[in-house]
């Protein structure tokens, strides 16, 4: 049987101790979500597993199979195969998307080349040396069909139309692609070829819903191995069997989905709260009595009081400690209050229309969001969800018909790419650019959104996806704001930081109107869902399984 299993893993990235002590089981058809927070080493793992980070081979370890790291084993069934898809893939320039894509059947079309020639090689052989090259040539026709050969067309067709890699698009070059078009093309080559063990970090970054609910169906029948990095919570839930979470540079794994895990995590830390009690408990006991046994030997001068007071702190020095679990770790601590009230009507769309040449996006729609609305705007990618808010911010107009905030209405907006003026500067002048604030002061409201100490002066161009995010947050939310216009909030923060923003936004009195594909943020923060489709903006009442609940429902009725 296929099989994957890791066991004490240990990493060092020059001097900085990546993980400590990772394992993990895997057999044929699991699914495992690697979940933690941002820079715990997930995506370390799954390029130690693709044998993308460098390995440390040991004598005696056969390497076709299993090999160490600075410390522990990695164990992959003889034969089997990987394909790593990365959050930032590269490629050789000079390529089309098709071209990328179709590398999948570099194996298969190398087999077929191979049997072509000896089709030819046939046509002048007999006797002996016929009958081996007939061998040959069925060999080569029962790995051809192994390998899938006679099913490209098809394969092709099933994974560009999930993922909506149109021809258009295969037929651009691949460098000139955007970062979230070519981890798309990539993560269709990888479903093409169909290797033993899938390796995914944020497979469903860049993919709109439709696609996220195609691969989740995909990755579900999947015969081999899948792991995944993994922050969408919604997509964790409905694929993997198995949840691996890394914590304090060590791993833990659940049976189960995210939701399972959850419930098995806060189980595991009351159980272990209680042993930590009962245990510091024992500990006072037994130390009490080393002083007391103590005591009593000075004032009798017996040693046979000493001899027992040694004995009792023997065993307490041997005692496993239990460490007592954390609760609430170390997050962004958020204190999001409204500016004063909007007027009534906040955002207000009449007769809008918007095309760019003969593609038309929105066609004479309107749109009203009223205050204190949560309203999430979905629809597939290039449907016109960007161009809307670029439009509601003001950076775009609409063609026809107006689009306008209430009265009294104080925005702040959230893009998908954040940049800011002065890549070159320093995290605090970059917060403190705009805003008449003591630095002492800065630092103090910079923490709140995990930027402690010396961090504040790492420089804005060498900050990750997340913490941009957490940075242009700060600015956004220290000035008076009543109306939240947020594209994609959620990408490149892990969950933890996910959930105390949704915290945060649920004690937002004012309106938000956002853009997501993170299933589980919609379903807990929307209460209306504003579709784009049809060149409209049609409404729905509810969050997301609300909204697929009347989708399904209004099908069902067009069917009878």
Not at 40 to 69: D, H, R, W
Not at 442 to 462: D, I, N, P, Q, T
């Amino acid at each position: 049987m296929l099989e994957l299993k890791l066991n004490g893993i240990k990493k060092y990235m020059e001097a900085t101790l990546v993980v400590e002590s990772v394992s993990l089981e895997a057999y044929q058809g699991d699914k495992v979500g690697i979940i933690g927070a941002n820079g715990c080493g997930k995506s370390t793992v799954l390029k130690l597993i693709a044998g993308v980070e460098p390995m440390n081979y040991y004598p005696g370890y056969p390497q076709t199979s299993s090999y160490g790291y600075d410390e522990g084993i990695i164990h992959v069934s003889k034969g089997a195969t990987s394909s790593y898809l990365e959050q930032s893939p590269d490629y050789p320039k000079g390529l089309k998307a098709r071209d990328v894509l179709y590398s999948a059947f570099e194996e298969v079309d190398r087999i077929e080349t191979d049997m072509r020639h000896l089709e030819t090689e046939m046509t002048h052989l007999d006797g002996v040396y016929l009958d081996k090259a007939l061998k040959r040539y069925s060999d080569l026709i029962q790995s051809f069909e192994y390998k899938g050969g006679y099913e490209r067309a098809e394969k092709v067709s099933k994974v560009c139309t999930g993922l909506q890699l149109t021809e258009r698009l295969l037929n651009c070059d691949f460098d000139l692609l955007s970062g979230g078009e070519k981890t798309t093309v990539l993560l269709g080559k990888l479903l093409i070829h169909q290797p033993d063990i899938l390796l995914l970090d944020e497979p469903t970054n860049h993919l709109d819903m439709s696609s996220i609910e195609w691969l989740e169906s995909f990755l579900k029948n999947y015969k081999g191995i899948v792991l995944i990095v993994s922050h969408d919570r919604y997509f964790l839930d409905n694929v993997v069997t198995k949840i691996v979470e890394i914590e304090d540079k060590k791993s833990i794994s659940y049976k189960g989905n995210y939701s399972s895990f959850v419930l098995q995590k806060e189980e595991n830390m009351r159980v272990q709260y209680d042993h930590y009690k009962e245990q510091q408990k024992k500990i006072n006991r037994m130390e009490n009595t080393v002083m007391s046994l103590r005591d009593w030997a000075m004032r009798a001068d017996n040693t046979k009081f000493f001899k027992r007071a040694a004995s009792l702190q023997k065993k307490l020095s041997k005692l496993e400690i239990i460490d007592k679990p954390v609760f609430e770790r170390r997050n962004m601590q958020l204190d999001v209050k409204a500016s004063g009230r909007s007027g009534k009507e906040t955002i207000k769309g009449i007769g809008l229309s918007k095309r760019f040449g003969d593609k038309w996006l929105f066609a004479n729609t309107d749109i009203m969001v009223r205050h204190g609305e949560r309203v999430a705007m979905l629809g597939p990618n290039g449907s016109g969800k960007t161009t809307f808010l670029k439009m509601l911010i003001g950076e775009d107009h609409p063609d026809e018909g107006i689009i306008q905030f209430g009265a009294n209405v104080k925005t702040a907006y959230l893009p998908q790419t954040i940049t800011f003026n002065n890549e070159d500067a320093f995290l605090l002048d970059t917060f403190r650019e705009d805003i008449s604030i003591l630095e002492g002061k800065a630092r103090e409201y910079l923490s709140k959104f995990m930027f402690y100490k010396g961090s504040v002066f790492k420089r804005v161009k060498h900050l990750s996806g997340g913490e941009r995010i957490r940075l242009k947050l700060a600015i956004l939310l220290y000035q008076d704001i009543n109306l939240l216009i947020l594209d994609e909030p959620t990408n490149h923060l892990d969950i933890d930081t996910i959930e105390t923003i949704e915290e945060a936004l649920d004690e937002f009195s004012g309106t938000i109107f956002f853009i997501s594909h993170d299933r589980y943020f919609i379903n807990r923060m929307a209460k209306r869902i504003i579709t784009v489709e049809d060149y409209s903006l049609n409404s729905f009442s509810g969050n997301y399984d609300d909204y697929k609940q009347e989708i399904e429902k209004r099908s069902d009725q067009g069917k009878s």
